[in-house]
């Protein structure tokens, strides 16, 4: 393919196939396509065969990473052709241009260099278009190889048959065009100096199109290739794909994950930021997961596979990645519309001009030229890179921080969201219970507590026993342990009878209370937060604040929402106390607290029927009903397989700023896809009437329309430097 035009004919041709539905990508240069159970894809290929063009089924996996390190032959054979216009061309250009360089001769050997320009060089613009003919259709090739071939047969007419190949003849060169002798006017500049702009144009478009989809191809090659495995107590090394779930690998220091898995044995720490783009390594340890592709920095880790090959994450955030950047946003149908009659458009208006210049008395010359400059300033290509181009570079940065968009018209809802709804557990708070507080009674250190405390709670699988030997650190010994069922846990430690639990643990053990403990435990119950007694040698000791705690960049991210005009709303099934103090500490003002799991969706429905767009932002199996039914739908990375599949965006680090961020992601990537649709129509709504009304020269119209395509690619490239928050 070689403009928007060729992506639209063989989708047409796809579509009209039985029960298929097909969306070909001129940037991506791939047809994503949905066909009946038992369908041959033989038959799509022929179709496109039918078309004048060639297509191929995706690799298998090593031979898809085999061909990602192969030279593009396509792109070394069009430097090839490039060079070799370059060096032909200039000196055409130039004695053209400076009639003081004009030897006697010179119009004929301008000739032998301008020959093998527009035969060689320019094969591939009337290889394409003798292929479009042979099919009755007309593409940007139509429009380049008529205006290089008339240039140049118009020249040899005059070289031959006119009055332009007397020795010593002079050629003035104007930008604008004039009334001249026709059969003294030469245009071999012009066939070179378009062909050789035209190339340069394609090729640094082909180069730049290649490391729009370097974010990708870098998601594919991140994986380790060979792995060192343990097989019946014996060690060796085997290529990655022939690993299996259920194998133990070993991972030295310094070395990739093979894939993902949980450590065994061995700890360590684990950079992560391939995949959540966050640069301080994790600490891990036995029974941990590990995601394949990241690094183990430190120790020596033993891992079994858990999952391998298609089903790995690394996988599934590539697979993300390529179906959103093989869709098409609705901006882009509408370019694609318009490119479909955009080349027969300008063959009328070269005829109309041809014909207007005749009729007003301009000569021949003259009509011809305006025609020619017609034909090669309207070619559409920067109207097809405009969407696919920043699409591909979007799309790609976003990977690269973590963030997957599904497809292209989340760009679109993203663009309209005024609202963004937040789940409260795992998305705002970390979904894991912490030590908030500890209030003790007189003559008891705050350490003390908590270190005779976690000692009892120590052989608890509970996620508030878990908390609290967690903020204990050491642990003593505990003997005589009992578990009160429903009430708390019981032991001796250090010679203290402990105790641990409700209040009415302590009630029925008869120990006596403290009146300091119990005014500050009705404080923090007023808040919503679990608290849980403890007590030794018959008298309560003190009290432990237990609550879910909340993420470190919460604040921060609900700040960058509203600094981007969004409004804020935490949606819990929490009590409205515990809700609201969360919400006052993180910044959110609209509160929506005790809401049941089924009733998500309602709340979601009700913003959307007072004309809000709803993002919403969640983690669990509890919230995918309310992502599918938002405008957009972010779900944590962290969280549930289904949350993930019924958003529209992952959010791979599990951070709430990563919301923040891809909302300002699918803003940049809008913005710069309408910036280069405006560039592309007002390019060509603009010069088409210029080169009508003569004030282009041909050669001026060549390099202006391939500056319109590097303009469009360079300006999609800018999204590269974005940056997330920090």
Not at 89 to 117: E, R
Not at 476 to 503: I, K, N
Not at 513 to 524: E, G, H, Y
Not at 582 to 604: H, L, T, W
Request: net charge negative; glycine share 10%; charged share 20%.
């Amino acid at each position: 393919m070689t403009c928007a035009s060729c992506a639209m004919r063989i989708e047409k041709k796809l579509n009209r196939l039985d029960g298929v539905e097909a969306s070909v990508n001129y940037a991506t240069e791939k047809a994503r396509v949905t066909v009946p159970d038992g369908y041959d894809p033989q038959l799509l290929i022929e179709q496109i065969e039918k078309t004048g063009y060639g297509a191929e089924l995706p690799a298998p996996e090593p031979e898809a990473e085999d061909a990602g390190e192969a030279p593009d032959h396509e792109l070394i054979a069009l430097r090839q052709r490039l060079i070799g216009s370059i060096v032909l061309s200039v000196p055409v250009i130039l004695i053209s241009m400076i009639p003081a360089l004009q030897f006697t001769y010179w119009q004929w050997a301008s000739l032998a260099l301008t020959a093998p320009v527009v035969v060689w060089a320019g094969w591939p613009f009337h290889r394409a278009a003798a292929i479009n003919l042979r099919h009755g259709a007309a593409t940007m090739d139509t429009l380049v190889s008529m205006g290089t071939l008339a240039a140049f047969a118009w020249s040899l007419w005059a070289l031959f048959f006119g009055t332009a190949g007397i020795p010593g003849m002079t050629h003035e060169f104007s930008l604008a065009i004039t009334r001249s002798d026709a059969a003294g006017n030469i245009y071999l500049e012009v066939a070179a100096g378009v062909t050789m702009f035209l190339l340069a144009g394609r090729y640094a478009e082909k180069r730049s199109k290649r490391r729009a989809g370097a974010a990708l191809r870098a998601l594919l090659d991140m994986g380790a290739k060979e792995v060192s495995i343990v097989r019946d107590g014996v060690e060796g090394r085997i290529p990655i794909s022939d690993l299996a779930v259920g194998d133990e690998f070993i991972v030295r220091p310094g070395e990739k994950i093979a894939t993902d898995g949980v450590i065994v044995s061995g700890s360590s720490a684990i950079d992560e930021s391939m995949l959540t783009g966050e640069s301080v390594p994790v600490e891990v340890g036995e029974g941990d997961a590990v995601t394949g592709a990241t690094i183990n920095t430190s120790g020596r880790l033993i891992v079994r596979a858990a999952r391998v090959g298609d089903d790995t994450q690394l996988a599934q955030m590539a697979k993300l990645v390529e179906e959103a950047q093989s869709g098409k946003a609705e901006v882009q149908r509408l370019a694609d519309r318009v490119s479909s009659v955009f080349v027969p458009i300008v063959l009328v208006i070269a005829i109309v001009t041809l014909a207007g210049w005749f009729v007003a008395g301009q000569g021949a010359a003259a009509a011809f030229t305006a025609a020619v400059a017609v034909l090669i300033i309207a070619c559409p290509c920067a109207l097809g890179l405009a969407t696919p181009t920043a699409l591909l570079v979007g799309t790609g940065r976003g990977a690269q921080l973590g963030i997957l968009i599904k497809g292209p018209e989340v760009l679109e809802s993203a663009r309209c969201v005024d609202t963004v709804v937040l789940d409260k557990t795992g998305t705002v708070t970390s979904g894991v219970m912490a030590v908030a507080d500890a209030v003790v009674a007189e003559g008891v250190s705050r350490d003390e507590l908590l270190r005779i405390a976690a000692a009892v709670e120590n052989g608890s699988e509970h996620p508030i026993a878990r908390a609290i030997v967690r903020a204990a650190g050491s642990v003593p010994d505990v003997t005589g342990f009992a578990s009160h069922e429903g009430l708390g846990v019981r032991g001796v430690v250090e010679g203290r009878d402990v105790a641990v639990g409700r209040d009415s643990l302590f009630e029925t053990l008869g120990f006596a209370s403290s009146d300091a403990v119990s005014v500050a435990k009705r404080s923090a119950e007023a808040t919503g937060s679990t608290i849980v007694t403890v007590g030794w040698d018959g008298a309560v000791r003190g009290a432990i604040v237990i609550a879910d705690e909340l993420k470190p960049t919460s604040a921060a991210a609900v700040a960058r929402l509203g600094a981007l005009g969004l409004d804020t709303v935490l949606l819990t099934g929490d009590n409205r106390a515990v809700a609201e103090k969360i919400a006052a500490e993180v910044g959110i003002r609209e509160v929506r607290a005790e809401v049941m799991p089924s009733d998500k969706v309602d709340v979601v429905r009700q913003l959307q029927e007072r004309g809000r767009v709803v993002a919403m932002v969640g983690d669990g199996v509890n919230d995918a009903a309310a992502l599918a039914q938002a405008d957009l739908g972010l779900a944590m990375g962290t969280g549930t397989d289904v949350a993930i599949e019924a958003a529209d965006i992952t959010l791979v680090r599990g951070d709430l700023q990563s919301a923040a961020d891809a909302i300002r992601l699918s803003r940049r990537t809008l913005s710069t896809i309408k910036g280069n649709l405006f560039w592309a129509f007002a390019y060509n709504v603009a010069a088409i009437p210029l080169a009508a009304f003569g004030f282009l020269a041909p050669m001026l119209a060549g390099a202006a329309m391939a500056f319109s395509s590097v303009f469009v690619v360079g300006n999609s490239l800018r999204l590269r430097r974005f940056r997330a928050s920090k």
